[in-house]
């Protein structure tokens, strides 16, 4: 039987310049006040078999996330309500971790509604730096600014427009998370199994997640570590998408296993840096993260 859960990516309102070790602390006294137990666990999947109504743990591979069971009531806690905690899969922690822009950064969001990512790497920067938000649907955009908005945001430049025209500070740029368009075939209750795959969709989709990273990769010139990643299971996104990237760019670019521990990756000899995520193997949404990084030449 199939275990479900919900994740917590804990952020706080950046403005205030809290530290993430004490924020920590005042989630948890909030939710023991309310009655719940956080205990220890030695994995991941054990940990969630033993999750009931009252409990939750700190997760073992991204200390801002807090799980939690499945059907958890988090209406009813301001600490939700004030907006200090934000409701995420685990694996779309993924690229913002694998990131992990340090404060005093530029960083870019190409592909930014809703805004989760966004915040996350905002937490990330402490709001010390530059954060550049793209979004090229303007209703989904009004979205985007809204949710940073209530987020408390503050570092956050959001931008209504195509990230392969978009005018914005190129030289400036340090990372770039890229999370394109996809055929979402990895959310959980879609029933891929029984639907045809449409292969010239596919194609398109791959097409253009191709010209963004090598767009990415070309038009920044200091930009140190780019994530790719989608929400699908398909090969033909993910890792023939890395596999055609690494043929043109081995030279300046290399993928980071930014999380060695994880337990399914990249499904190609060249790609066992990527991570794969899935309900059966993670307990997550279907998802892969590909992380590059510029190789950097030392002068002889």
């Known amino acids: ?11 706080f309102e950046v403005s205030k310049r809290i530290y993430f070790k004490k924020i920590i602390r005042i989630i948890i ?10 205990f220890d666990k030695t994995n991941f999947r054990k940990g969630v078999k033993r999750l009931s109504k009252t409990k939750y743990f700190i997760d073992p591979d991204i200390e801002h996330v807090l799980v939690f069971p499945s059907g958890t009531k988090f209406f009813d806690y301001d600490i939700y309500l004030n907006r200090h905690i ?15 822009p340090p404060p005093g950064s530029t960083v870019l969001d190409a592909c930014a509604a809703p805004g989760n990512k966004t915040i996350c790497l905002a937490n990330y920067l ?5 954060l550049y938000a793209i979004e090229m649907n303007k209703r989904r955009f009004k979205e985007l600014n809204t949710n940073l908005k209530s ?3 503050t ?3 959001t931008l209504n427009g195509d990230f392969l025209n978009i005018t914005i500070p190129f030289n400036e740029i340090d990372y770039i998370l890229l999370d394109p368009s996809c055929s979402g075939s990895g959310i959980r209750n879609r029933n891929d199994d029984t639907e045809i795959i449409d292969e010239q969709r596919l194609e398109r989709l791959a097409a253009l997640q191709i010209r963004m990273i090598t767009y990415a990769l070309t038009k ?23 596999e055609t990237i690494l043929d043109q760019f ?18 190609t000899e060249r790609t066992r840096a990527c991570l794969r995520a899935s309900s059966e193997d993670t307990l997550t949404n279907g998802f892969f993260v590909a992380c590059f990084e510029r190789i950097i030449k030392m002068d002889i």
């Open 29 to 38: 006294e909030s939710f023991n006040r309310d009655n719940h137990e956080k």
């Open 86 to 100: 934000l409701l995420m899969d685990k694996a779309s922690c993924l690229p913002c971790f694998a990131l992990s």
């Open 250 to 267: 081995s030279d300046t670019f290399q993928l980071v296993d930014f999380l060695p521990q994880w337990p399914s990756r990249g499904q």
């Open 126 to 130: 402490k709001d010390n730096g530059t």
């Open 1 to 11: 039987m199939k275990i479900e859960f919900s994740c917590l990516f804990i952020y």
């Open 220 to 242: 920044f010139p200091k930009v140190k570590r780019i994530t790719y990643s989608t929400c699908s299971i398909h090969q033909q996104e993910n890792e023939q998408v890395v």
């Open 151 to 153: 987020a408390g945001v």
């Open 155 to 157: 570092c956050a430049h």
